[in-house]
């Protein structure tokens, strides 16, 4: 299962564009990356899911190079209410080991 | 339209108590697992289905079993609890491998 890095912790302002960056080094060919965001006592939610090159939705926009080593997700003008812990997530890549891993997260704090 | 439905909420257990959590889906989805969340840490897998009919161990799975009791529900349960297994636990469902996860609101369990 690919392991994950992520920075612990982020602070930005209100109306910036904020981006947090995800190591998965030893991704595997099929696996697909998965953001997920996580608000204190409160089950995680499903941002964006990608597999190469570039994914938006309305919410967010994630960036994968070619390399597929890295991604990115980006969120757009933040708010106060996105004050959360984001996960990044390698797998989903077919056979029995479909399980999600999930990391320590970051903790995004977004301030006024 | 439910989702993930979590019961109970809260649960306080004596030391070797057992019980046993409830989980639903109601998105007819293949995949079902549990994840518990300890404080200042991301979620760990317990147990995943993959399918209806089939269970497999995740990162934690000792001292729980598990059922998946027909496509819509999986149960946890503790045969006889202890203080290590107060935690969060969260259940979550997927169409499939490659799909986001829908979490439940979650269970918070102590064990004294």
């Known amino acids: 299962l690919a392991k994950t890095t992520q920075p612990i912790s982020m602070d930005s302002y209100e109306g910036q564009e904020v981006n947090i960056t995800c190591s998965h080094n030893?991704?595997?060919?099929?696996?697909?990356i998965t953001w997920y965001q996580q608000f204190p006592s409160q089950g995680p939610r499903f941002i964006i899911q990608?597999?190469?090159t570039k994914v938006t939705n309305e919410v967010a926009s994630l960036f994968i190079p070619a390399d597929r080593k890295s991604s990115t997700l980006s969120l757009p003008r933040v708010s106060l209410s996105d004050t959360a812990v984001y996960y990044c997530?390698?797998?989903?890549?077919?056979?029995?080991?479909?399980?999600?891993?999930f990391g320590t997260g970051t903790l995004l704090a977004v301030q006024p | 339209n439910a989702g993930v439905t979590q019961t109970p909420k809260f649960q306080v257990l004596k030391t070797g108590q057992s019980m046993t959590l409830q989980c639903a889906q109601d998105?007819?989805?293949?995949?079902m697992y549990w994840y518990r969340q300890d404080p200042g840490m991301g979620l760990r897998l317990i147990y995943y289905?993959?399918?209806?009919?089939?269970?497999d161990k995740g990162e934690v799975p000792n001292g729980y079993n598990v059922s998946r009791l027909n496509k819509r529900e999986f149960s946890l349960r503790l045969e006889s609890a202890a203080p290590s297994q107060t935690s969060v636990y969260f259940c979550?469902?997927?169409?499939?491998?490659?799909?986001?996860?829908?979490f439940g609101s979650g269970t918070r369990l102590t064990v004294v």
């Open positions: 990608g597999y190469k």
């Open positions: 979550a469902s997927s169409v499939g491998q490659n799909y986001g996860y829908t």
């Open positions: 998105m007819n989805h293949n995949s």
């Open positions: 997530l390698v797998g989903g890549g077919g056979g029995a080991t479909n399980k999600l891993i």
């Open positions: 289905s993959a399918s209806e009919g089939t269970t």
């Open positions: 030893n991704i595997a060919t099929n696996d697909y």
